[in-house]
């Protein structure tokens, strides 16, 4: 894939948003980093933590070409939904009860990330991110061709949205395998075999397979 510098902007300064930001600095993008804090209140911390980040303003974010939504899931309905309007949004958050406590719209048995996308309304919604760990993401990159790359899932169901991200992915040193629309984030949630394991692309997409044709026939 040609890999074009982007603007990527983190909505959120924990791990995974840091882990996200780090790796894409090394990858040659711009990155911005904001919270619900000002931006002065987090400059140090985006200085210290994601050297070549800036902190901003959340609003700011909406110059971005991709937005990295990273905040703790049972936290979702305190998203600022305007500054992700229209934008392409990567959907990071994973649903675990004993953590985010017992929220029934994620156990209606729909994906998660469809539950965030009715949410946010029209913003252009992407799954990936979410099964990997925010420490492996930056130890475990290589680059395309090599035979130990990993494999990431990408599922959207806007294509021109899936294509940007995948090809973001692809620069961060992983294989995007298109999961198909947004309902397939299923595949990847927590507790199944793709976020539990590392997976190359040939088995990545075995698995989507697998899991297409038992929800298919639920």
């Known amino acids: 894939m040609t890999q074009t510098p982007l603007n990527i902007g983190v909505l959120g300064a924990g791990r995974v948003g840091t882990a996200v930001a780090r790796q894409a600095v090394r990858a040659g993008h711009t990155v911005t980093i904001a919270t619900g804090k000002p ?3 987090i400059r140090l911390l985006t200085e210290v933590i994601v050297p070549g980040a800036t902190a901003v303003d959340r609003e700011d974010l909406r110059s971005a070409d991709i ?3 990273a905040v703790p899931l049972h936290k979702y309905q305190s998203v600022d939904t305007s500054v992700l309007r229209d934008k392409v949004v990567i959907d990071t958050m994973n ?3 004993p953590v985010d406590g017992f929220m029934d719209e994620f156990e209606a048995g729909t994906s998660t990330s469809e539950v965030i996308a009715d949410f946010l309304g029209p913003a252009r919604v992407v799954k990936t991110l979410n099964h990997i760990g925010y420490g492996d993401l930056e130890i475990d990159s290589y680059p395309a061709g090599d035979p130990h790359r990993r494999a990431l899932a990408v599922a959207s169901d806007d294509a021109e949205a899936k294509s940007l991200v995948s090809a973001f992915i692809d620069s961060l040193g992983y294989d995007p395998v298109d999961a198909g629309p947004l309902a397939a984030g299923k595949a990847f949630e927590n507790g199944t075999e793709i976020f539990n394991g590392r997976h190359g692309a040939a088995r990545m997409q075995e698995l989507l397979s697998e899991c ?5 026939n639920a």
Not at 212 to 216: A, D, G, N, Y
């Open 39 to 41: 931006a002065a209140d």
């Open 67 to 69: 937005i990295v939504l």
């Open 212 to 216: 297409s044709r038992v929800l298919s």
């Open 95 to 97: 649903y675990w009860a």
